[in-house]
């Protein structure tokens, strides 16, 4: 069965950094790669960056590029999502789902999530 | 980024009757590979993400049948057969041909 078991919920203060963890399980790790998604109280979906777990290459969505870092550790099949100079609203819930190995988007991208990872950041 | 445009945003639906949602691009989502990377997301109430339907029309492992999807180039469409009050919830179309965006959402409700 496969599986994305993600940390738990986090409280920051503005400034502050946060690090989410996806732990893989019930399939070939280093085969894929993992999108990470947020969405704030309320609203829609936003993609936020990929990463490959075949090669470690990354791409990151225009609007946290600079802020935000993905990594992966195969050893453990855990992704990792970085957010760095958090502001209020970066209060979202933040999900991992799986993704392609060589690039985002393809036939078996998105087709397995997280639970999610509250992030709340307030003084 | 290509904008995903979805309507309508709020659907009352009564039970065993048929939904439609629509999704428009503003870019064609066909793929240089020659696939169209448009999949349909639900969300019900205080869950993750599931995703029902990749590459336009294909249904993933589990999803009943009442669920199909279909359009090509930048207008596409899902459609639920007969609602079932288990399918309330937000639906979102995504495509992934070029840097990931998302539809609005719509809720759908029974009436």
């Known amino acids: 069965q496969v599986r994305l078991v993600q940390s738990g919920a986090e409280v920051k203060k503005p400034g502050a950094s946060v690090k989410v963890s996806c732990k893989s399980s019930g399939y070939t790790f280093s085969r894929y790669g993992m999108s990470w998604v947020r969405q704030a109280p309320g609203q829609g979906l936003e993609w936020l960056g990929w990463?490959?777990?075949?090669?470690?290459?990354?791409n990151y969505e225009q609007k946290v590029q600079g802020r935000v870092t993905l990594t992966t550790d195969t050893s453990t099949s855990t992704a990792y999502m970085e957010l760095r100079s958090l502001k209020s609203d970066d209060t979202a819930a933040y999900y991992c789902?799986?993704?392609?190995?060589?690039?985002?988007?393809?036939?078996?991208?998105?087709?397995?999530w997280g639970q999610g990872t509250m992030v709340t950041v307030s003084s | 980024d290509v904008v995903m445009t979805q309507s309508p945003l709020s659907l009352p639906v009564t039970l065993g009757q048929p939904a439609s949602i629509s999704c428009r691009s503003s870019q064609s989502l066909v793929h240089s590979d020659g696939n169209t990377y448009l999949y349909w997301l639900q969300q019900r109430p205080g869950q993750s993400p599931r995703r029902l339907i990749y590459?336009?029309?294909n249904r993933d492992s589990g999803v009943p049948d009442r669920f199909s999807g279909s359009g090509s180039g930048t207008d596409f469409t899902l459609r639920i057969s007969r609602v079932e009050a288990e399918d309330v919830g937000v639906y979102y179309c995504m495509q992934g041909t070029h840097w990931p965006t998302f539809g609005q959402g719509t809720k759908v409700e029974i009436k």
């Open positions: 990463i490959s777990a075949y090669n470690g290459n990354t």
């Open positions: 789902t799986r993704d392609g190995a060589i690039s985002f988007g393809g036939i078996g991208s998105f087709d397995v």
């Open positions: 590459t336009v029309s």
